[in-house]
């Protein structure tokens, strides 16, 4: 037989943590090379000892100890494969978990043999993600995509502005309304219309309150 995977379980739970070393334990093909209650704990034994792949839990000593401890580890250590468990699966935790460089992510509670097979499926980088989690990575993928498309074309926009016209989008950031900004630059609501709507052609909005949810979704409001 070749050599075993070696395994690492993070979990604060000592009875859930005993439970899944045991089960890993008595595989012919791992071994368990350590095991922690915290995200502090696990990041010194990744230090000491080779390891193949964690198991890490994510809310330990704090609510995302496992998520900044896999960002650790992977400062010193590129190769181990993270593998999260949790009992959560909102979309803004798996993105969260994901974005920290693991390769997969279990809920507790799944079959014995389906967190052994992902384990062995990890240690082969043939991770295949669960339906769930494969559709909440894409649709962020497919959001960032979006964002960095949107933040290019904002910027090329901004750099057509007129001085006049970055006054003008200052002013609608501070929430002022079409009379409000009018008194401010001391010129007609006429001509404060007349601005905003070439404001609108640029940005390709068809309200101002378009161009200024662009700007904080992008948090880009610190150029004006």
Do not use: H, N, P, W
């Given at each position: 037989?070749?050599?075993?995977?070696?395994?690492?379980?993070?979990?604060?739970?000592?009875?859930l943590r005993e439970d899944v070393c045991d089960v890993v334990g008595q595989q012919?093909?791992?071994?368990?090379?350590?095991c922690a209650e915290s995200g502090q704990e696990i990041?010194?034994?990744?230090?000491?000892?080779e390891c193949d792949?964690?198991?890490?839990?994510?809310?330990?000593?704090?609510?995302?100890?496992g998520v900044q401890a896999a960002e650790q580890i992977h400062?010193?250590?590129?190769?181990?494969?993270?593998?999260?468990m949790t009992a959560h699966e909102t979309d803004d935790m798996i993105t969260t978990a994901?974005?920290?460089?693991?390769?997969?992510?279990?809920?507790?509670?799944?079959?014995?043999a389906v967190m052994l097979d992902h384990i062995r499926k990890a240690y082969l980088n043939q991770t295949t993600l669960e339906p769930r989690v494969r559709q909440t990575v894409m649709q962020e993928y497919s959001r960032l995509r979006q964002s960095e498309r949107s933040l290019i074309f904002f910027i090329n926009n901004v750099a057509r502005l007129t001085p006049a016209e970055r006054e003008l989008v200052k002013l609608l950031l501070e929430g002022k309304k079409i009379s409000e900004i009018a008194?401010?630059?001391?010129?007609?609501?006429?001509?404060?219309?007349?601005?905003?709507k070439g404001l609108l052609s640029k940005f390709g909005c068809s309200r101002s309150k378009e161009i200024v949810q662009m700007i904080r979704q992008l948090g880009l409001e610190h150029l004006f």
């Open positions: 037989m070749g050599e075993k995977i070696r395994v690492m379980v993070a979990e604060d739970m000592d009875l012919e093909d791992m071994e368990i090379v350590g990041c010194a034994l990744a230090k000491e000892r792949v964690i198991l890490m839990d994510i809310e330990m000593e704090t609510m995302q100890a400062q010193f250590r590129s190769d181990i494969r993270i593998i999260f994901m974005g920290s460089g693991a390769v997969d992510y279990i809920v507790k509670g799944c079959d014995e008194k401010v630059r001391c010129v007609e609501v006429v001509t404060v219309k007349t601005q905003i």
